[in-house]
């Protein structure tokens, strides 16, 4: 198992340019998540889809858009890039419900993708 | 003032020290706690969980939490260069969608 995986790893782009994260997992997980970890702030969670055809807004949704294409795939859309988008964007995926077992409520990520914003 | 309060560090310790890493947080609604290991340039890892107070322990690892206070701690026992990562600390609200809140994260360096 891959795990989940995020492409590319690396872009910069300019100012108004649009560009989309793509993150896929193979371990049949329900909920998919997006997070940006920037320095001082931690990970933030910008959208996440709790089963596929749902998407709701994080804490930090704003200048962004996500499509949940399938049960594998979460993409992240940043329609007209600014500065402020610079960070490192993470992927994760959980398997589904709430109780005390760790299993339903681990979250795994990906590696990341790292995005500059000139 | 943010949900999660977590010290960056760096913190660095010698080799075979033991490692105290803490976090406070301000909603009682907070049920589950986790701690992820992050590693430079990767994604964090689950490394503990633990939903009730008390301690944890897995192995080097104890997780302590005392709800009271609003208090969790990560404790690593005879330290190794490889514990040397970024650790953060996490959250679930009880019926929050298993939405993760995180700390800031202390970066932990091991050296020999």
């Known amino acids: 198992n891959a795990g989940v995986t995020q492409t590319p790893k690396f872009q910069v782009l300019k100012t108004g340019q649009s560009m989309t994260l793509q993150c896929a997992q193979d371990?049949?997980?329900?909920?998919m998540y997006w997070y940006r970890q920037d320095p001082g702030m931690g990970l933030r969670l910008i959208y996440y889809?709790?089963?596929?055809?749902?998407?709701d807004k994080g804490e930090v949704p704003n200048g962004y858009n996500v499509s949940r294409l399938n049960k594998r795939e979460f993409s992240l859309r940043l329609e007209s890039a600014a500065p402020s988008q610079t960070s490192v964007y993470f992927c994760?995926?959980?398997?589904?419900?709430?109780?005390?077992?760790?299993?339903?409520?681990?979250?795994?990520f990906g590696p990341g993708t790292r995005l500059t914003v000139l | 003032q943010k949900e999660v309060e977590q010290d960056p560090g760096p913190l660095s310790v010698p080799e075979g020290a033991i490692v105290s890493l803490n976090c406070t947080y301000s909603?009682?609604?907070?049920?589950?706690f986790m701690w992820y290991r992050q590693y430079s340039r990767k994604g964090p890892e689950l490394l503990m969980y633990?939903?009730?107070?008390g301690n944890k322990e897995d192995g080097r690892f104890t997780a302590q939490v005392d709800k009271s206070s609003k208090y969790i701690s990560l404790f690593i026992r005879d330290s190794q260069p490889s514990d040397s990562a970024t650790y953060l600390c996490?959250?679930?609200?009880?019926?929050?969608?298993?939405?993760?809140?995180f700390g800031t994260g202390t970066q932990l360096k091991v050296e020999l």
């Open positions: 909603n009682s609604a907070f049920q589950y």
């Open positions: 996490a959250m679930i609200l009880t019926g929050g969608g298993n939405k993760l809140t």
């Open positions: 371990m049949n997980h329900n909920s």
């Open positions: 889809s709790a089963s596929e055809g749902t998407t």
């Open positions: 633990t939903y009730s107070s």
């Open positions: 994760a995926s959980r398997h589904s419900g709430t109780s005390k077992n760790r299993g339903l409520n681990e979250q795994f």
